[in-house]
């Protein structure tokens, strides 16, 4: 069982950057998949996920109305579309799928790809 985040990297603030997280080694059918991020200092966030059928969608407040999430089923990926980014999004993102909505109950993680944002 294997999820490959990629993506990270450097942006500006006010720039954009879409991370990529790769399901493998197992179907993940019928489950909830999304991010969250881990800043320096501080405890891991939540920050979106998506449904298996990509109707329902949730965001945390801080990155509402400028991260999308997206998933193509076909390719067991799940996309996050960040922009208008901010110093404050810089961290460690990780990927995640669960049974339950928000990830919450016993989540598969993938590893950390990290994004920098520069004021």
């Known amino acids: 069982v294997q999820l490959q985040a990629s993506g990270g990297g450097l942006a500006q603030a006010g720039g954009s950057l879409r991370l990529s997280c790769a399901a493998s080694?197992?179907?993940?059918?019928?489950?909830?998949m999304g991010w969250f991020r881990q800043a320096p200092g501080k405890e891991r966030e939540f920050v979106a996920t998506?449904?298996?059928?990509?109707?329902?969608?949730y965001y945390a407040d801080s990155v509402k109305g400028r991260f999308t999430i997206s998933r193509d089923n076909a390719k067991n990926t799940v996309y996050l579309q960040m922009n208008s980014l901010k110093p404050e999004d810089t961290a460690v993102y990780y990927c995640?799928?669960?049974?339950?909505?928000?990830?919450?109950?016993?989540?598969?993680w993938g590893q950390g790809t990290l994004v920098t944002v520069s004021s």
């Open positions: 995640a799928a669960d049974k339950s909505a928000f990830l919450n109950v016993a989540p598969s």
């Open positions: 080694g197992r179907t993940f059918r019928g489950y909830a």
């Open positions: 998506i449904s298996w059928s990509g109707g329902s969608t």
